[in-house]
């Protein structure tokens, strides 16, 4: 699902927020709506070329190796180098309680 969201905002890499944008989609989250971060997201924008290969950032495919979705947004949510990890932040968006409700849910 991550890579349908890189392909609806003509992004040229799929990323970690494409994945935390996907977990979402998926799972409630007190601390922040799909909706929200989906804004965010769209206002990054996007490319006039699209490639026709699949891209993915080295820190997603590092950490997609293996892991199940909730395991690879902790992962996310700790690493302050991740695209979603900075969306949040720039938007003050609490990540430790992020990181909370994923943990526990």
Not at 22 to 43: A, G, P, Q, R
């Amino acid at each position: 699902m991550a890579e349908y969201y890189c392909k609806l905002f003509r992004q040229p890499y799929v990323g970690t927020h494409h994945l935390l944008l996907s977990y979402l989609y998926k799972n409630d989250n007190k601390v922040i709506t799909f909706d929200e971060f989906y804004k965010y997201v769209k206002n990054i924008g996007s490319c006039r070329n699209r490639n026709e290969y699949t891209l993915y950032t080295p820190l997603l495919r590092e950490y997609e190796k293996g892991s199940n979705i909730k395991d690879v947004i902790l992962k996310i949510l700790d690493n302050d180098n991740s695209i979603a990890y900075n969306i949040l932040l720039n938007n003050k968006i609490n990540i430790s309680k992020l990181y909370d409700e994923v943990l526990n849910s």
